[in-house]
């Protein structure tokens, strides 16, 4: 997560004093960035202005929207749990929160690992193929019958159920 620190007071007299910062960083850290952003305007429009308000005027983020006065504690908090979330968990985040199955990032961190599931690069067939094999196991089913599956049909069905989700090549199911 990186965001735009923008002095307030020095944008609204007509001068970006700003500059980019990676989340998360040590809670003193983040404070004596901010405070640097609002000397910066400081210096800029001069000491007659009240510089004490900032707002994140561009933000880079893949599992979340940043607002302008999103409370920085917060982010930091959230890029920190972020942090230790693998490739996959993060994107059953971005799912979670891009169709509000959650009520917030937070809910979406916590419950993610229960609720989604993700097949890669998987149509409906081959999920109904695999559901198939871990439920009933083929093994044990005369080849006439296992031969004559329609794993297509049963994809669909899934489909129709409502509980998976295509989002790029990837395959999506909500558990819940």
Same mark, same amino acid.
């Given at each position: 997560m990186r965001i735009y620190i923008t002095d307030l007071e020095a944008y609204n007299n007509g001068h970006l004093v700003g500059s980019w910062y990676q989340l998360p =960083? &040590?809670?003193d850290l983040l404070a004596e960035s901010i405070e640097n952003e609002l000397q910066r305007g400081r210096d800029i429009c001069g000491d007659s202005h009240f510089h004490e308000e900032i707002f994140l005027s561009d933000s880079e983020c893949s599992y979340m929207e940043i607002e302008e006065y999103s409370n920085l504690t917060?982010? &930091? /908090?959230?890029? /920190?749990? =972020? /942090?230790?979330i693998d490739k996959d968990g993060v994107k059953a985040i971005t799912f979670l929160m891009e &169709?509000?199955?959650v009520k917030d990032i937070f809910e979406a961190i916590e419950s993610y690992e229960d609720s989604v599931r993700i097949y890669e690069d998987s149509t409906m067939e081959d999920i109904a193929y695999d559901l198939i094999q871990e439920c009933y196991g083929l093994d044990g089913i005369p080849d006439i019958i296992a031969n004559n599956i329609d794993y297509e049909k049963i994809g669909k069905d899934l489909e129709i159920e409502g509980s998976y989700?295509?989002?790029g090549s990837d395959t999506y199911e909500y558990i819940g």
């Open positions: =960083m &040590n809670e917060k982010l &930091n /908090e959230i890029a /920190e749990s =972020m /942090e230790s &169709n509000h199955f989700y295509k989002v």
